[in-house]
């Protein structure tokens, strides 16, 4: 497939509610999607991506296993069952906000410690798991927030984002 552009901060579609996606119905183009965001974050040495991050608003994101170097999470229609009270604060960036070097711009974001998220894998089969791992609940949390027009910027404290 291909590396893709990467869309930036400013543009419409980041900030749009994605599309939910038919397996049976967009087979192909979603194999074709998922590994265009596969060859694109490896390039950009990104923890993970989501669709509207090259240009398509619908709802899949790739996240890198936190456990497996070059392993990636496909999840398709991803949604977060529960949230565990406790939240850590801790810095993330993002491929799609960047300072005027292009490099990523990172910040302190509040993220729940461990989620339970449920997603459809690309042939269609669902999935539901209890994250554990703080890194890879984050991660997670971040690329869902893009699906849903979110960005972790919106997430921080007006202070930061002078």
């Keep these: 497939m291909a590396v893709v552009d990467i869309i930036k901060v400013g543009d419409p579609i980041l900030k749009q509610i994605c599309e939910k996606v038919d397996i049976n119905i967009e087979k192909e183009y979603i ?3 998922l590994k265009n965001m596969q060859d694109t974050v490896i390039a950009a040495n990104g923890a993970g991506i989501a669709a509207p991050q090259i240009g398509v608003a619908k709802k899949a994101i790739l996240v890198k296993d936190v456990n497996e170097e070059n392993k990636f999470f496909e999840m398709i229609n991803p949604g977060i069952l529960w949230t565990s009270f406790d939240k850590q604060y801790e810095y993330e960036g993002c491929l799609s906000v960047c300072g005027e070097d292009g490099n990523p711009i990172h910040e ?5 410690k461990r989620i339970r998220v449920i997603w459809e894998d690309r042939d269609g089969k669902k999935h539901e798991e209890l994250i554990k791992n703080p ?3 984050r991660i997670i ?3 869902i927030d893009h699906l849903n027009g979110i ?3 919106d997430r921080i404290k007006l202070e930061q984002k002078q």
């Design 31 to 33: 194999d074709n999607l």
């Design 151 to 153: 960005l972790f910027i």
């Design 135 to 137: 890194l890879q609940s």
């Design 141 to 143: 949390q971040h690329e």
């Design 108 to 112: 302190r974001v509040a993220r729940y």
